[in-house]
């Protein structure tokens, strides 16, 4: 039996009707793919396509600018044979995903960045579009504004964090195994607001943000640089091929708490075991197994909203491992 799982992202956010809404939309587009025995890859592609043209999510449109106020995206996608692509710095295209999977199909390469990746994009007919918002231009603005005025700004700058509680993180990923036991797994993101131009994330980084193959596939979300300098999408598919996905997100998260690396992941095993961790304040995500669809919405601040029937971490939304 097939199994999707996706996610809009880890940090400091209160996830809500919109965020449930664009990841159900996402795990339905991704699930009538693998019901009609379409791939893995079509599945999670069709389900992160969905969450970047979603405006709430942060990838695709409504991507947060670099400190210029320009879009950068990073994406990746990787299958359990270990085909991969992956994008970084790219400006213009619709769905940074697509670019990655352009990567991977039509490339000797794994990742293609800046103007190489918009001309492959472009070359390739991909949708080009402005991906920022209006909310998001209105984010920028402000921080803008605080930096000008000489006040800290963002958190995953050390010296800007007073303001972490503006931040809405909103990477997106998904992670599927289809009905033959493929694997599948994307990363897509704009990157945190106000980072340097030329900055690269996890989600372009095979085995920091994504990573799959024969055992598992995993899509992770969080600070970039601490998911890159423990290459922690590599680190939880080696967990599970050692301890299946429940106790290897466990063991990882346990890893993660210790080495206080904030971040959130979506884990599918082979044998079609959905797993997910995070040691956030938030996290939301959709997951579809055995056609029934279950929704985790953290909203922080030890509130959970669940529609599954898990009943686990029900009391707080912190360091948290469940199992669908
Ligand atoms: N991991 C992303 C990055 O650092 C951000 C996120 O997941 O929200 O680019």
């Known amino acids: 039996m097939p199994a999707i799982i996706a996610h809009g992202g880890a940090g400091r956010y209160s996830p809500g009707e919109e965020h449930e809404r664009g990841l159900k939309d996402a795990v339905a587009a991704g699930w009538e793919v693998l019901d009609s025995g379409g791939s893995a890859l079509d599945a999670i592609e069709a389900a992160i396509v969905v969450l970047e043209d979603f405006p709430v999510f942060q990838a695709g449109f409504g991507s947060a600018m670099n400190i210029k106020g320009e879009i950068q ?15 970084a710095a790219l400006t213009a295209a619709a769905n940074p995903i697509k670019a990655a999977r352009l990567v991977m199909e039509k490339t000797d390469h794994v990742l293609i960045v800046g103007d190489g990746a918009d001309h492959l994009a472009q070359s390739y007919g991909l949708e080009s579009r402005d991906l920022r918002s209006d909310a998001r231009k209105e984010m920028y603005d402000r921080m803008l504004a605080k930096l000008r005025a000489g006040e800290e700004v963002a958190w995953y700058l050390p010296r800007l964090r007073e303001v972490a509680a503006d931040m809405s993180m909103g990477t997106v990923g998904a992670v599927a195994v289809d ?12 990157g945190p607001m106000l980072k340097l131009p030329g900055r690269v994330g996890d989600a372009a980084v095979i085995g920091a943000g994504t990573y799959a193959n024969e055992n598992g596939g995993v899509s992770a979300t969080g600070v970039g640089e601490p998911i890159i300098k423990h290459a922690l999408a590599k680190k939880a598919v080696d967990l599970i091929a050692d301890q299946g996905a429940r106790e290897g997100i466990e063991t990882l998260m346990e890893y993660a708490r210790i080495k206080k690396v904030r971040f959130g992941i979506v884990a599918v095993e082979e044998n ?3 797993a997910l961790g995070y040691t956030t304040e938030a996290m939301s995500w959709v997951s579809m197994k055995d056609g029934e669809l279950k929704t985790f919405l953290s909203t922080g601040i030890g509130v959970r909203k669940d529609d599954g029937d898990d009943g686990t971490a029900k009391d707080d939304s912190s360091g948290k491992v469940l199992e669908t």
Request: glycine share 16%.
């Open 179 to 190: 009905s033959e036991g493929r694997i599948a797994s994307g990363t897509s993101t704009g």
């Open 73 to 87: 995206t990073d994406a990746s996608i990787m299958l359990g044979d270990l085909s991969c692509g992956a994008v």
């Open 272 to 274: 079609e075991a959905i």
